[in-house]
């Protein structure tokens, strides 16, 4: 290994180190109370270290959501493609979301975090930008699955996949939300979520007047 590969990797580390050490942090701490001056001295690091992988605090939130987008969207895709018809494609894909809820929820919860920081120009606009592709990609599977039942006639004619996935997207997070601020109880999600995609598949059965 030469001198530049060696350098790389050591960057490398040190970066996935950081990020590491800052999600045990803030997610056992809060993101509001904890500072870069806290994750450079659980690492040992100095605060010069940090800025030289990261801007800023909320550059590193970012950065944790960026990676477990990419969870999201692999777990997605798997589900999407392992379904025999539109409908058991649609039902893996809202399981497998369900699913990354329940097994990640604090990098969930990232997902709705990160519209509300206040501090947003900390955040590189190419980061943020990355961030916004990622989470389209995710609502695009499910567009993408609607799409194919357009096309085998499995979707009623005159529904746009747009709309359907949007809806979906949109009943998946507000039931999810539901649970997150406690006004349902947890046994009741998976219940409530059969329900809504039912109507959501009753509707693409039917044809739009």
Known sequence: MGIRERKEREVETRRKLILTTATDLFFRNGFSRVTLDDIASAIEFSKGTIYNHF???????????????????????????????????????????????????????????????????????????????????????????????????????????????LILWGMLNGIIQLAESRQIKEESLDRLIGVGFEIVLDGLKNPAE
């Open 55 to 165: 801007s800023s605090k909320e550059e590193i939130i970012a950065s944790i959501l960026l990676e477990h987008l990419n969870i999201l969207l692999a777990s997605l895709k798997d589900a999407a493609a392992a379904g025999r018809d539109t409908s058991e494609r649609l039902q893996n894909a809202t399981k497998a979301y369900v699913r990354f809820y329940r097994e990640r929820q604090e990098y969930f919860r990232l997902l709705f975090f990160i519209d509300h920081v206040s501090d947003r120009e900390r955040i590189p606009d190419a980061l943020l930008k990355d961030i916004r592709l990622l989470k389209l990609a995710c609502l695009g599977e499910l567009q993408n699955i609607v799409k194919a039942g357009l096309r085998s006639g499995e979707v009623g004619s005159g529904r746009s996949s747009a709309q359907v996935s």
